[in-house]
């Protein structure tokens, strides 16, 4: 199991074991998790979504912390809103009755960039060995710092 550098491109052929941790954005996956998944071999993950920027350095480093194997960041990539303002606020609307009825408000619909610019600047200035989005769109902020060492 080598070691992965920084500067050194991460390759899949390079994991002891063929196991890849599902980053699992709201749920079970954690830094210790991933970096267990990775000191055994495989390829742990932190799960960034619906994390701030500052929460997801955290769980880097704490991942960096317990384990110099490679790991990788999984960030969603912001994506424009599949309906519009007016179609959301008439489904919101359409729930209001089955909020009284269990006694609970409705939220305000509203879209989010779960923190784009921050997380993408927070994984670039981190340089971990791999970083993975959903949806990926080109976009030259990705490669700008190609002397960071991670594989994106």
């Not at 880097?60 to 490679?70: F, Q």
């Not at 990788?72 to 909020?99: C, H, K, R, W």
């Not at 971990?128 to 994106?152: D, F, K």
Request: one cysteine or more; hydrophobic letters at 40%.
């Amino acid at each position: 199991m080598a070691t992965q550098h920084k500067g050194t491109r991460f390759r899949l052929e390079s994991l002891a074991l063929p196991v890849i941790q599902a980053p699992m954005a709201g749920g079970p996956s954690t830094p210790q998790l991933a970096a267990a998944v990775s000191q055994g071999g495989g390829l742990g993950f932190v799960a960034a979504g619906y994390k701030t920027a500052a929460a997801m350095r955290a769980e880097i480093e704490a991942v960096r912390s317990r384990t110099d194997r490679p790991f990788g960041v999984n960030l969603f990539v912001p994506q424009a809103s599949a309906i519009s303002p007016e179609t959301l606020q008439q489904y919101a609307e359409s729930l209001a009755p089955d909020a009284e009825r269990f006694g609970v408000s409705l939220g305000e619909p509203r879209h989010d960039d779960d923190g784009w610019d921050q997380k993408l600047e927070a994984v670039l200035g981190s340089h971990p060995p791999l970083s993975r989005s959903l949806s990926i769109s080109p976009n030259p902020a990705w490669w700008r710092n190609s002397s960071s060492g991670a594989c994106m």
